[in-house]
């Protein structure tokens, strides 16, 4: 889904917004979406919210071991993904976008046979959980180790930029990832290069435990781009309009050549950081339900009510189509079974190596006995 691009103003002070809290146009905009498109949104927001509340289930009766809720994130991550060309451009995800993977059109069976660690997982269970990827829609691998994917997604961007592909990389993360030496190395080196790469940060303002105060000095993490000489723009990421229009004019932008930008989205976690983690022993009750309060789907629908493309009947249909997708794909994932232990040797050089052949033939032999 692209349109024409609409400009917006980079270092805002108070973060870029279409749509209120109570679903109105801040201002008037000429958006050029159709109701199909707009009711899309919805659609993806919605099937994130049911996924991260399936995978809760699957880690407390103890099917999977780990997993980094997306709830709070879905206007920004449905907003990303719109964004992008799919299968064209790249995405370099962190391990908090199963809601932009799953908008991006991961098929759900591949999300769950990942979550599980099976043969329904194209990485044949060598990841952990909430680590995706897709080779068919360009999609990276996560990488567990914060922020050592910019880099990465800047070599991509310019690769792009020499090979005149007319692709972008978009790279997201979260606010901790700021404090590594690899996001500045990846900025840096992408501003200079005047790659086609666009950094977005789901800003949750934490990074476990660790609040954004104790995080950066900065106003905010929009503005570190002004010392790297790009653009910073700062948004409301409870706002799916506002998440997909930054991001798809930035996209644009890097894609006539313009360069690199910086995108802040604003979100909340409305979960812990991970099913490792107490949230309440950092986060005070008030603060927990005040972000509650805000929640982004929420939000949308008083605006597709207000544009009269919302009713109830139509959403529980919906919400009770998604929740037998995804309970359909969790099925027959969970039918694939454990993968094959030798696929352990496949994959990481193109010819293997004589020392993995002969590590190969020994679990070969002993499987066998
Ligand atoms: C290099 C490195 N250091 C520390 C960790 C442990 N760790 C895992 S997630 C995380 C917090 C990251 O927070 P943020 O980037 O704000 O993203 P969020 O999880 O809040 O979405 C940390 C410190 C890690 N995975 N890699």
Same mark, same amino acid.
């Given at each position: 889904?692209?349109?024409?691009? %609409?400009?917006?103003?980079?270092?805002?002070?108070?973060?870029?917004?279409?749509?209120?809290?109570?679903?109105?146009?801040?201002?008037?905009?000429?958006?050029?979406?159709?109701?199909?498109?707009?009711?899309?949104? &919805?659609?993806?927001?919605? /099937?994130?919210?049911?996924?991260?509340?399936?995978?809760?289930?699957?880690?407390?009766?103890?099917? $999977?071991?780990?997993?980094?809720?997306?709830?709070?994130?879905?206007?920004?991550?449905?907003?990303?993904?719109?964004?992008?060309?799919?299968?064209?451009?790249?995405?370099?995800? &962190?391990?908090? #976008?199963?809601?932009?993977?799953?908008?991006?059109?991961?098929?759900?069976?591949?999300?769950?046979?990942?979550?599980?660690?099976?043969?329904?997982?194209?990485?044949?269970?060598?990841?952990?959980?909430?680590?995706?990827?897709?080779?068919?829609?360009?999609?990276?691998?996560? =990488?567990?180790?914060?922020?050592?994917? %910019?880099?990465?997604?800047?070599?991509?961007?310019?690769?792009?930029?020499? *090979?005149?592909?007319?692709?972008?990389?978009? =790279?997201?993360?979260?606010?901790?990832?700021?404090?590594?030496?690899?996001?500045?190395?990846?900025?840096?080196?992408?501003?200079? @290069?005047?790659?086609?790469?666009?950094?977005?940060?789901?800003?949750?303002? &934490?990074?476990?435990?660790?609040?954004?105060?104790?995080? $950066?000095?900065?106003?905010?993490?929009?503005?570190?781009?002004?010392?790297?000489?790009?653009?910073?723009?700062?948004?409301?990421?409870?706002?799916?309009?506002?998440?997909?229009?930054?991001?798809?004019?930035?996209?644009? *932008?890097?894609?006539?050549?313009?360069?690199?930008?910086?995108?802040?989205?604003?979100?909340? *976690?409305?979960?812990?950081?991970?099913? /490792? #983690?107490?949230? $309440?022993?950092?986060?005070?009750?008030?603060?927990?339900?005040?972000?509650?309060?805000? #929640?982004? %789907?929420?939000?949308? @629908?008083?605006?597709?009510?207000?544009?009269?493309?919302?009713?109830?009947?139509?959403?529980?249909?919906?919400?009770?189509?998604?929740?037998?997708?995804?309970? $359909?794909?969790?099925?027959?994932? @969970?039918? /694939?079974?454990?993968?094959?232990?030798?696929?352990?040797?496949?994959?990481? &050089?193109?010819?293997?190596?004589?020392?993995?052949?002969?590590?190969?033939? @020994?679990?070969?032999?002993?499987?066998?006995?």
């Amino acid at each position: 889904m692209v349109k024409e691009r %609409i400009a917006f103003p980079s270092f805002s002070q108070e973060p870029i917004r279409l749509i209120d809290p109570e679903g109105c146009w801040v201002a008037p905009f000429s958006h050029g979406l159709s109701a199909q498109e707009l009711r899309h949104f &919805y659609r993806d927001m919605l /099937a994130a919210r049911l996924l991260d509340e399936k995978l809760v289930v699957l880690v407390r009766t103890g099917r $999977t071991s780990f997993i980094a809720p997306h709830a709070g994130h879905e206007a920004a991550q449905v907003g990303i993904a719109h964004a992008l060309r799919k299968g064209h451009d790249w995405l370099f995800p &962190y391990y908090r #976008d199963l809601g932009l993977v799953l908008a991006m059109g991961v098929p759900p069976v591949e999300i769950f046979g990942q979550t599980l660690g099976n043969a329904a997982d194209p990485a044949k269970g060598r990841q952990m959980p909430s680590h995706p990827g897709s080779r068919p829609l360009n999609i990276f691998t996560v =990488c567990s180790a914060i922020a050592s994917h %910019i880099p990465p997604a800047t070599g991509a961007a310019i690769s792009m930029k020499l *090979r005149r592909t007319h692709q972008v990389a978009v =790279c997201t993360f979260g606010d901790g990832a700021t404090s590594e030496g690899d996001w500045h190395a990846g900025v840096n080196f992408a501003a200079v @290069q005047r790659a086609p790469v666009v950094f977005v940060c789901e800003n949750n303002r &934490y990074a476990i435990s660790v609040n954004i105060s104790k995080q $950066t000095a900065s106003e905010n993490i929009a503005v570190k781009a002004k010392a790297y000489g790009i653009p910073g723009y700062y948004v409301d990421g409870l706002d799916v309009l506002a998440s997909y229009f930054v991001v798809q004019y930035v996209v644009e *932008r890097a894609r006539a050549g313009e360069g690199p930008s910086l995108v802040e989205l604003a979100v909340h *976690r409305f979960g812990p950081h991970s099913s /490792a #983690d107490d949230d $309440t022993r950092y986060k005070s009750r008030e603060e927990l339900s005040a972000e509650r309060q805000q #929640d982004p %789907i929420l939000r949308y @629908q008083r605006f597709l009510e207000r544009e009269g493309l919302w009713d109830a009947q139509w959403a529980n249909e919906l919400r009770l189509e998604i929740a037998k997708e995804l309970e $359909t794909a969790l099925q027959e994932a @969970q039918k /694939a079974g454990e993968p094959d232990p030798l696929q352990m040797f496949d994959d990481v &050089y193109a010819a293997r190596p004589w020392h993995l052949e002969e590590q190969r033939r @020994q679990v070969a032999e002993e499987l066998e006995a």
